[in-house]
């Protein structure tokens, strides 16, 4: 069972332009949904993440728009540039009583190429 | 600052033989994760430490697999019997524990075990 599905599984975009990358997750006990960014050879590194009491997160030229009575999410990269081609992974996980956090669940990921 | 670490970058072995995989987390954070990603798949969770203790081993896929973290700081995932099917990137990542916050997990660049 996949918790959390990501599309589209890849993404050509000219430098300049938007790209968006959307989830969409089943467990509404989710409370916690960032994404991660990774290029070849490194680990995921976050990006931006959002809480579902809010309908939108920016910062930069990278904004999350998120709709919890769809339980969707979605990736907004504005203005977009060559060095932002890597991989995205949307993720959500739970923050338990106490405020440990528990594991973070991933969708498939996203290739984002950013031609010039 | 240092970051997480992992070694060794790489590890080749034979099917059958028994493998240890180090992470060295962020100094100062109590919570450690492993996780494991296939080649263009997103990183699916293994087990979680807070401190010296596994808070959640629900990911581990069998008894090959096991974790310890004895002092609370490096943390060592076990592989016994190794299969082919094991070969994959083995990430680690660590984040504070923070009573009702929602806590960066930082990852590390990853081992890449390969099972021949």
């Known amino acids: 069972q996949q918790q959390v599905k990501q599309s589209p599984q890849s993404l050509i975009v000219q430098k300049g332009g938007i790209s968006i990358i959307n989830c969409a997750y089943e467990?509404?006990?989710?409370?916690?949904f960032p994404w991660y960014q990774q290029f070849p050879g490194k680990g995921p590194a976050l990006l931006i993440a959002?809480?579902?009491?809010?309908s939108e997160k920016k910062e930069g030229r990278f904004t999350i728009s998120f709709n919890k009575s769809a339980k969707q999410f979605s990736l907004h990269i504005m203005d977009s540039q060559p060095g932002d081609s890597a991989t995205y992974f949307c993720?959500?996980?739970?923050?338990?009583?106490?405020?440990?956090?528990?594991?973070?669940?991933f969708g498939k990921g996203t290739k984002l190429s950013v031609k010039p | 600052g240092a970051g997480v670490s992992q070694t060794p970058s790489n590890k080749v072995t034979e099917k059958g033989k028994y493998v240890e995989l180090r992470c060295d987390p962020i100094?100062?954070?109590?919570?450690l994760y492993w996780y494991r990603q296939s080649l263009g798949q997103g990183p699916e969770f293994l087990i979680y430490?807070?401190?010296?203790?596994?808070?959640?081993d629900s990911g581990l896929p069998n008894d090959r697999f096991f974790a310890v973290r004895p002092e609370g700081s490096v943390s060592t995932l076990k592989i016994q019997r190794t299969e082919r099917g094991d070969s994959a990137v083995y990430l680690c990542?660590?984040?504070?524990?923070?009573?009702?916050?929602?806590?960066?997990?930082?990852f590390g660049p990853g081992t890449r075990l390969t099972v021949l």
């Open positions: 990542a660590s984040s504070l524990r923070g009573t009702g916050s929602y806590n960066e997990q930082f």
């Open positions: 467990n509404t006990a989710f409370d916690y």
């Open positions: 959002i809480r579902p009491d809010v």
């Open positions: 993720a959500a996980s739970r923050v338990f009583y106490g405020g440990s956090q528990g594991n973070l669940i």
């Open positions: 100094s100062g954070h109590t919570a």
């Open positions: 430490f807070q401190g010296t203790g596994a808070a959640d």
